[in-house]
């Protein structure tokens, strides 16, 4: 069993008072929204920690009283059932990025979001994995995986986590590499939250400036046809390129451009690291399918962080996701049939990302999830706005789920399960043993409640 090594000097003050709010205190409601204004979080109280000593002193508080502790930088991952007699850390003030642009590494603190990653490195020629979204935080998404634009070369967001600080159950601040503590290093790099409070974390840079992307948008109709046409090109798709083939029903609010108002399509978003002519003979065989939009341009790296057109900041919404073992043309029609987007459906989007390539092949510097076995990830969603409900979105979830069976893999993936899974159906075979192993190590009185614990 690993030993812990206390590489930190941390002193242990006092919890205070400065950092902690109650039900009923001035600055509660805020400190406990999650982004997902869905999610109607009642921790028993709240950390706003600015220093690792607060973090300290939080986990501390917690023990002593006989708290759990839950973490949270952005909300993004809340889920309902978490946070009843728990502490809840929000590292949303711990926020801060270095840049050492010789070695290619930031320095990301706690409670830092992607596009202050991006924004930092860009200024170097570099960028990060980051997701789709700019405003998810770096840590609580590389903790579970970590898929983005340049998932397909350069593998999940965790396997380019070179280190981590992490204050443990016990209040010790420890190091997590590959040479100190490196069972806690390869469980944190898949494990989620479940191992300590992460309060910063070193993470790999790429010289990657540009990308060759868009979107290829087709009416709802055509949907079958083109997710079958999108699934046989991705089988021969150079790792260089990073796809999803997805169904949206669009609001008909005045911030969608008219072309897209109020109407279901199905659309083929892609990035390529590679130059546009190339680009462009790539995508012949998706273009010779006619799309009604095709948005394809050379785009600074930067652009990419907005390609998804995830939502601006905080929504309602419910969503749940889950992987394909194979995506054909029977396997592209009962989706498409099952999610019935045609305008009367609680879903906004459902979308399918090609996997494979570096996320293909366990990495031998990754944590426990490095790769996956199954080649496509599957996540819908609603947006909890007028008539559309939980019930509605996560019961439509559940009929399109029942239809991709005969194609889904047993594995499901970390950051898109939303809803009750087996934490052992998050990894390949054998990895979850040692991982429960390590859990019972570092946090044998399970402390410690996460999106997905283990
Ligand atoms: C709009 C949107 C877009 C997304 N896009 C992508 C995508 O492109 N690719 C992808 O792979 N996933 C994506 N996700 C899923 C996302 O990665 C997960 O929801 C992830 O958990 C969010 O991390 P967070 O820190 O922002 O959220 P939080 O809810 O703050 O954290 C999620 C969990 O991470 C753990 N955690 C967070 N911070 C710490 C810490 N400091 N120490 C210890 N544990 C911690 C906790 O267990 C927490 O429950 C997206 C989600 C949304 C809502």
């Given amino acids: 069993?690993?030993?812990?090594?206390?590489?930190?000097?941390?002193?242990?003050?006092?919890?205070?008072?400065?950092?902690?709010?109650?039900?009923?205190?001035?600055?509660?409601?805020?400190?406990?929204?999650?982004?997902?204004?869905?999610?109607?979080?009642?921790?028993?109280?709240?950390?706003?920690?600015?220093?690792?000593?607060d973090v300290v002193a939080a986990v501390d508080y917690a023990r002593t009283v006989g708290l759990r502790i839950a973490v949270q930088g952005t909300g993004h991952g809340a889920r309902h059932d978490l946070l009843d007699g728990t502490l809840l850390i929000n590292t949303a003030r711990m926020t801060g990025v270095e840049i050492d642009a010789n070695a290619r590494v930031a320095t990301v603190a706690a409670g830092t979001i992607w596009i202050d990653v991006v924004d930092a490195a860009i200024e170097h020629g570099l960028t990060a994995l980051h997701g789709s979204a700019q405003d998810v935080g770096v840590v609580g998404y590389s903790l579970g995986g970590g898929i983005g634009w340049f998932a397909r070369k350069h593998g999940l967001a965790s396997s380019s986590v070179l280190s981590a600080a992490v204050v443990t159950a016990d209040g010790d601040v420890v190091r997590a590499d590959p040479e100190t503590n490196p069972d806690l290093f390869w469980a944190l790099r898949g494990g989620g939250g479940s191992f300590g409070v992460v309060t910063s974390v070193e993470i790999a840079l790429y010289p990657i400036t540009e990308a060759y992307a868009g979107w290829l948008i087709w009416p709802m109709d055509r949907a079958g046809e083109v997710l079958a046409a999108w699934a046989e090109w991705t089988r021969t798709a150079p790792e260089d390129v990073t796809s999803v083939g997805r169904l949206l029903q669009l609001p008909?609010?005045?911030?969608?451009?008219?072309?897209?108002?109020?109407?279901?399509?199905?659309?083929?978003?892609?990035?390529?690291?590679?130059?546009?002519?190339?680009?462009?003979?790539?995508?012949?065989?998706?273009r010779d399918l006619e799309p009604e939009i095709d948005t394809f341009a050379t785009v600074p790296a930067r652009g990419l962080t907005e390609l998804h057109q995830d939502p601006p900041g905080p929504v309602p919404g419910a969503g749940d996701g889950w992987l394909l073992e194979t995506l054909d043309a029977a396997a592209a029609a009962a989706i498409v049939e099952s999610a019935a987007m045609d305008g009367t459906a609680p879903l906004l989007s459902l979308e399918i990302r090609h996997l494979d390539g570096a996320l293909g092949r366990p990495d031998p510097n990754g944590g426990v999830l490095s790769h996956f076995e199954a080649p496509y990830a599957v996540y819908g969603v609603g947006a909890l706005m007028g008539p559309v409900t939980r019930e509605a979105v996560e019961a439509r979830l559940r009929e399109v789920r029942a239809a991709s069976t005969p194609w889904a893999a047993r594995t499901t993936y970390f950051n898109f399960a939303d809803g009750d899974v087996d934490p052992s159906d998050l990894y390949p075979d054998g990895a979850f043993g040692r991982l429960a192993e390590i859990r019972a190590t570092v946090d044998p009185d399970g402390l410690f409640r996460a999106r997905h614990t283990i």
């Avoid at 812990?4 to 902690?20: E, F, K, N, Q, W």
């Fill in 252 to 286: 008909p609010i005045p911030e969608m451009p008219e072309a897209l108002r109020g109407r279901q399509v199905v659309v083929v978003e892609a990035a390529y690291l590679g130059d546009e002519a190339s680009g462009r003979e790539l995508l012949r065989p998706l």
């Fill in 1 to 53: 069993m690993p030993q812990l090594i206390d590489t930190g000097s941390a002193t242990r003050p006092a919890a205070s008072p400065d950092i902690l709010a109650f039900p009923g205190d001035a600055g509660y409601d805020d400190a406990r929204r999650a982004w997902n204004l869905a999610v109607d979080q009642r921790p028993a109280a709240v950390a706003l920690p600015e220093t690792v000593d």
